[in-house]
Structures are given as structure tokens and as C-alpha cells.
């Protein structure tokens, strides 16, 4: 019932001293007004203890505090972000079920797989972090730079493994690109995040990783496990400056790999949810407490609300699309 429905019968309902009683018929708990009413389930579509499992938390945090009520993380990995998804639009569009996602999830998935959604049926929110890729090996890695990599490639197509965060991200279709555009074939490994593909380099399961580069990673480049060939961002990374980009060392167009995750409902959520939590958001990431717990590096500067949300998806189904054949 329309809420101007709504107030009218609890004006008609005061008037004859029976407020509660048809309060209770008239005004459904978890109305837009009412937000939130219940527990708040924030999905994860990786597994615990990652890095964005980490930062859904902090995040999530903020967000308990400021609606008054608990938040819930659920880690629901798999289907390179399908999974937890197709669980959040099977939920209610009322603000209590929410998901983590990126471009990939929401357009590569689904323009690689019959998944049962595009990017048009989920509300986007608001940006949390943006994590560059790095293309990275293992300390006893014969690949010393980026030229060796490639060079072995060349000499052996499709032998060298290089493990990605799923079969359809961002970091697998530019390998393909690689392949098409570029003529080095190499054979993407999909796993579920950055702790099975850290595992996987460090017990020399595959060759190489682009990986997004995040505290995880970066601690593991401080400690000399991982040693960084290249990164995806269009500029050196002022934390990585000595590590070249993809663009340097001559593929200039592999500049997407890199995720932004951002916070999504389920389609048709109310407007006055979606503002309400992009407000939360909003002042989640400019919590100092927050932007420590996460990473500076991490949290855009500028905070990228529903609307920026959506032209990242829309720009990436731009150019994914003619390349997937969608």
C-alpha cells in the first residue's frame, strides 16, 4: 500500500483512538519509513578471511553502528561472484539483504555464463574500495620481469598457468585479451580469492597470478613471497613504484583487470533505502577508523555513490561486451 494510503489510515485510525490496533494491519514492518526493522545480511561472494571479507566487515561495522541494527557478513564464494548474487535476488527488496560485488560479477559473469541476471536487476549503492591487479610470481620464479614471462609464453603457448579470482573476472578476460589482441597465450586458472591463489603461487601450483592487490598481497611482496612483474592501473601505484604497468611493458590496452567493489540490493529497492544506506556508506568511508582498518590505498578519495556505481557498470558492459560476443 503507497505510503500516502498508509498515512491517511493511520490518521483516520488516531481519530478514532484505534491507532494500534490498525496500525498493525495498515503499516507493514520493514516499510521504507521503518528501515531497518531486522538483522541486515551483507553477502560476500569469497570466501572468510580475505581481504574483502575483511573490508566488508569493517565496512559493515560502520553500518550496524549507524543503523541500529546488527549486520550480518555471510560469506557465500563461488560461481565468480554468481553465487552470492543469485542469493541476493532471491531476497526481498526491503534493505535486508545486501551483497558486495564488482563489474565482473554483475557484467562479466553474465555475459560469460547463463547465470539468471544481468546488471539491470540489482540496485547499486555505493562504492566501498577499488583494488588495482598485479601480475605477480613466486620468489623462485624463473620470470624476473614481465618480458621473461612473455617470453616463455611465446616459446610454449598455453603451457604457463596463471591463476585468476574466478573464470569470469576481469583478470580472465584480459588474459584472453592477451592471447587475442596481443598473441601471448597463456592458460587462466580460476579460484575462489586471493587466499586460494596465494596457496596456489606459493606451493608452485601455477606459474604466475593477477591478483588484486590488496593488503594480503602486498605484505606478501613486503615479506619477498610474491614478486610483482606488473600492475594493471593505467599509472605506477605510489605503494608499487618500482613495479611497471602492464601498459609500460607494451600492452597498453590491459588496463581493466583492477576491482571496484561496490554495495548493491536486490532491483526495486526503495529510493529512500538506497539513499539512507549510500549516507551510511558515504560516512563509513570517510571514518578514519574504517579507512585504516581497510587501507588508505584502497578507499577511493572521493566518494563514489549509486549513480558512479552504475556508470562503472554500464562502461564495462560497454567494452566487455563486443569482446564476449553478448
Known amino acids: 500500500m503507497p505510503l500516502s494510503r498508509t498515512a491517511r489510515a493511520l490518521a483516520a485510525c488516531a481519530a478514532l483512538g484505534l491507532l494500534t490496533a490498525c496500525g498493525s494491519e495498515e503499516s507493514p514492518s520493514g516499510s521504507a519509513a521503518e528501515y531497518p526493522t531486522e538483522e541486515i545480511r551483507l553477502l560476500v561472494p569469497y570466501g572468510a578471511g580475505g581481504p574483502t571479507d575483511l573490508a566488508a566487515r569493517a565496512f559493515g561495522a560502520s553500518l550496524e553502528e549507524q543503523l541500529g541494527q546488527t549486520v550480518v557478513v555471510e560469506n557465500l564464494p563461488g560461481g565468480s561472484g554468481a553465487l552470492a548474487t543469485q542469493e541476493l535476488l532471491a531476497a526481498d527488496p526491503d534493505g535486508h539483504t545486501l551483497s558486495l560485488a564488482t563489474a565482473g560479477t554483475l557484467v562479466v559473469t553474465p555475459l ?132 611497471p604497468t602492464l601498459a609500460e611493458s607494451g600492452f597498453p590496452e590491459l588496463t581493466l583487470s583492477g576491482s571496484t567493489f561496490g554495495l548493491i540490493g536486490p532491483g526495486d529497492l526503495p529510493e529512500e533505502i538506497v539513499t539512507e544506506l549510500e549516507d551510511a556508506l558515504r560516512t563509513a568511508a570517510e571514518d578514519p577508523a574504517v579507512v585504516e582498518q581497510v587501507g588508505e590505498e584502497y578507499v577511493p578519495a572521493e566518494f563514489q555513490g549509486a549513480a558512479e556505481f552504475q556508470e562503472l557498470l554500464d562502461r564495462t558492459q560497454e567494452v566487455y561486451e563486443p569482446i564476449l560476443g553478448g
Open 112 to 243: 560469460a555464463n547463463e547465470v539468471g541476471y544481468t546488471k539491470d536487476d540489482v540496485t547499486p549503492i555505493g562504492v566501498l574500495t577499488e583494488v588495482p591487479s598485479v601480475l605477480a610470481v613466486g620468489a623462485d620464479s624463473p620470470y624476473a620481469t614481465v618480458e621473461d614471462l612473455v617470453a616463455a609464453a611465446e616459446e610454449q603457448p598455453g603451457t604457463l598457468n596463471v591463476g585468476t579470482p574466478g573464470a569470469s573476472t576481469p583478470q580472465a578476460i584480459e588474459l584472453q585479451r592477451l592471447a587475442d589482441e596481443y598473441d601471448v597465450e597463456v592458460t587462466a586458472v580460476p579460484f575462489n580469492g586471493n587466499a586460494e591463489m596465494t596457496t596456489a603461487l606459493l606451493g608452485g601450483n601455477v606459474d604466475a597470478v593477477l591478483i588484486n592487490a590488496s593488503s594480503d598481497v602486498t605484505t606478501n611482496i613486503d615479506a619477498g613471497q610474491f614478486q610483482p612483474l606488473a600492475v594493471s592501473s593505467a599509472e605506477r601505484l605510489s605503494w608499487l613504484p618500482d613495479t
